[in-house]
């Protein structure tokens, strides 16, 4: 099997995602996601899944 390196535009197109999801978590937890419902519901199920996750632990 044969191994293709990944294009450099898509490197950093997976660079700005990863970017964009760690500041998107921090934006949750520090309730800076909007006041919509929308907003609401996610900083509730990322809130409930982080305490299971850490009750899992």
């Known amino acids: 099997m044969k191994h ?3 294009h450099p535009w898509q490197k950093e197109h ?12 921090l934006a949750i937890e520090n309730g800076e996601n ?3 419902l929308l907003a609401k519901w996610e900083r509730f199920l990322y809130n409930k899944g982080k305490a299971l996750f850490k009750a899992a632990k």
Do not use: E, I, Q
Request: proline fraction near 6%; charge should be positive.
């Open 34 to 36: 909007g006041d919509g």
């Open 14 to 25: 997976h660079k700005r995602v990863k970017d964009f999801h760690k500041n998107h978590a």
């Open 4 to 6: 293709h390196p990944l």
